[in-house]
């Protein structure tokens, strides 16, 4: 596996490659909403404006599968900002990677890389392992834990906030049914919810990648596969996109349902 570009900056470790393919991302999705949105016309919509309309609808669609839609239409947004950045961030692995071999330390923004170190190049050589190194600065930035969970967290914190505030007795109520003895439970399974709706999409979009790398790594004779495997990858990176993007409304819908709903 290549190593991560990650620095050090006031005690903290920065994955460059991380903060390089979000931002590549976020450009993506705003570049991408600007031009289908820019010349809006209803007789002769763009091929890019169909589209948006198209996803918009499908978003609005998957909001009314989860709860009354005129609760849930102000969601509708957040769907298809979610939808779009998981999916693009998904894509961005597929058709190629962009990696760095080198032998001595490398330093950027004034700060050593710490794959590159020499106490890291010394380590290896005192493995027996040539003191070499494989830097990765373009991947699916969705193939990083900390990237999914820190999703996952942005909408657990959403939905929580949401249900505390919008629908506080409901919310709180839901804790203590069917018996309080069953709080325990319930809190465990609020904190699955977290862990499982981060993980989900970073272990399918990670083995994909890892998936690829071996494919790619196996020479010539690989290129059928290969081909095989991204026209495959397309097909993971929007369902997963899908599902994320579903389970934060219903999620959203759980948070904010109450027995008048029924």
């Known amino acids: 596996m290549h190593d991560a570009p990650i620095i050090n900056v006031a005690g903290i470790d920065i994955d460059l ?33 169909s589209f948006l309309e198209w996803g918009a609808d499908f978003i609005k669609d998957m909001v009314s599968s989860t709860m009354d839609f005129k609760k849930g239409k102000v969601f509708v947004s957040l769907g298809m ?19 760095t071999e080198g032998h001595d330390p490398q330093t950027i923004f004034g700060q050593e890389i ?13 493995k027996g392992k040539e003191p070499h190194y494989e830097l990765v600065w373009w991947k699916s930035p969705t193939a990083d834990m900390s990237v999914t969970m820190g999703l996952a967290f942005m909408v657990f914190v959403l939905v929580h906030f949401l249900g505390m505030t919008r629908n506080t007795k409901a919310y709180f109520k839901h804790y203590l049914e069917p018996s309080p003895l069953f709080f325990p439970i319930h809190l465990v399974e609020v904190f699955t919810k977290l862990v499982t709706h981060g993980m989900r999409l970073f272990g399918n979009v990670f083995a994909k990648e890892v998936l690829m790398t071996v494919l790619v790594s196996a020479g010539i004779a690989a290129i059928p596969g290969i081909i095989i495997w991204q ?28 027995h008048d709903d029924h």
């Open 231 to 258: 026209a495959f990858g397309l097909f993971i990176s929007g369902i997963q996109a899908f599902v994320f993007t579903i389970l934060t409304m219903v999620y959203l819908s759980q948070a904010l349902e109450s």
């Open 81 to 99: 900002t979610i939808i779009l950045f998981v999916f693009v961030g998904n894509l961005l692995g597929i058709p190629f990677s962009i990696v």
């Open 17 to 49: 490659s991380i903060v390089i393919m979000l931002i590549v991302t976020c450009t993506i999705v705003f570049v991408f909403a600007k031009l289908a949105t820019r010349n809006l016309s209803v007789d002769n919509p763009s091929k890019l404006q």
């Open 114 to 126: 710490k794959a590159t170190s020499q106490e890291r190049m010394d380590e290896l050589a005192a």
